[in-house]
C-alpha cells in the first residue's frame, strides 16, 4: 500500500519554462511535506517543504503547493534550468513519533530540462 | 568533507554471505537513519536510531541487524543475503528527530547479491 504516489515516472521540459511535478498521498495524517532532489550515484538532497498549516511556499525557483482536501501536493520551478535535471521524490511525514521522523516516499519523477 | 558518507559504495556478493555496510555522518546530528531503494525505486525507511536508541524499526527481516557504537555511526549488517536483498541502500543523518528537521543523505550502497 503506497501511501505516496508520482504518477508521472518522467517529464520533460524545455529550459526557461515551468516545470511541474505532481505528487499525491493517501494518509490523512500526514502534516509535514518534502521535496527531494537526487542526481545518479548521489543521495537525495532537501528541496523545499511544507507544513500541513499553509497551502504554498517559495523558495526562489521553487515553489511548493498543497492541496488539503484533494491529498496533492505540486512543485514548480521556474524558469527550469539544465542543472534542474535529476529525479525529484516527494516525502511526507505525520508527528507523533519522537527522536526521528518517518518520511514516506514516493518513486521519483525523473526530470530532463531540453536546452 | 563528506557530511554522510558511506562504505563500501558497491559491494557484490554471493547468496548467503554475511555483510556489513559502514555509515559515518560529521554533522553533530543525533538521528541517524537507514533506506532501502528498491527496483521500483521506492525509497523505503527501515531503521532509524536517536543518540544509540532504536526509534524506528520497520517491518525488516531479523537477518537485517543495525549497530550504533557511536551517535556518528550508524552500521548495517546483513546475514544470509537473499536475491531480493539486491538494492541501493542509503544511510541519512538529521540534527534532532523532530519532523521538521531535514535529513542529509549519503552518496548511497548499491548491494547486488548473485
Known amino acids: 500500500d503506497q501511501q505516496v504516489k508520482q504518477n508521472s515516472p518522467s517529464l520533460s521540459v524545455q529550459e526557461g519554462r515551468i516545470s511541474i511535478l505532481n505528487c499525491d498521498y493517501t494518509?490523512?495524517?500526514?502534516?509535514?511535506f518534502l521535496w527531494y532532489k537526487k542526481y545518479p550515484a548521489e543521495g537525495p538532497t532537501f528541496l523545499i517543504s511544507?507544513?500541513?498549516?499553509?497551502d504554498k511556499n517559495e523558495d526562489g525557483r521553487f515553489t511548493v503547493f498543497l492541496n488539503k482536501s484533494a491529498k496533492h501536493l505540486s512543485l514548480h520551478i521556474v524558469p527550469s534550468q539544465p542543472g534542474d535535471s535529476a529525479v525529484y521524490f516527494c516525502?511526507?511525514?505525520?508527528?507523533?513519533?519522537?527522536?526521528?521522523?518517518?518520511?514516506?516516499f514516493g518513486q521519483g519523477t525523473r526530470l530532463t530540462i531540453n536546452p | 568533507d563528506t557530511a554522510v558518507s558511506q562504505t563500501p559504495k558497491y559491494l557484490v556478493t554471493q547468496m548467503g554471505n554475511d555483510k556489513s555496510i559502514k555509515c559515518e555522518q560529521n554533522?553533530?546530528?543525533?538521528?541517524m537513519y537507514w533506506y532501502k531503494q528498491d527496483s521500483k525505486k521506492f525509497l523505503k525507511i527501515m531503521f532509524s536510531?536517536?543518540?544509540?536508541?532504536?526509534?524506528i524499526n520497520e517491518t525488516v527481516p531479523n537477518r537485517f541487524s543495525p549497530k550504533s557504537p557511536d551517535k556518528a555511526h550508524l552500521n548495517l549488517h546483513i546475514n544470509s543475503l537473499e536475491l531480493g536483498d539486491s538494492a541501493v541502500y542509503f544511510c541519512?543523518?538529521?540534527?534532532?528527530?523532530?519532523?521538521?528537521?531535514?535529513?542529509?543523505f549519503g552518496p548511497g550502497t548499491r548491494l547486488t547479491v548473485l
Open positions: 494518509n490523512s495524517m500526514f502534516d509535514y
Open positions: 541519512a543523518s538529521s540534527k534532532g528527530g523532530t519532523r521538521t528537521d531535514t535529513q542529509y
Open positions: 516525502a511526507a511525514s505525520a508527528t507523533g513519533l519522537q527522536g526521528a521522523q518517518k518520511l514516506v
Open positions: 554533522l553533530g546530528h543525533d538521528t
Open positions: 536510531y536517536n543518540n544509540k536508541e532504536l526509534i
Open positions: 511544507i507544513s500541513s498549516i499553509k
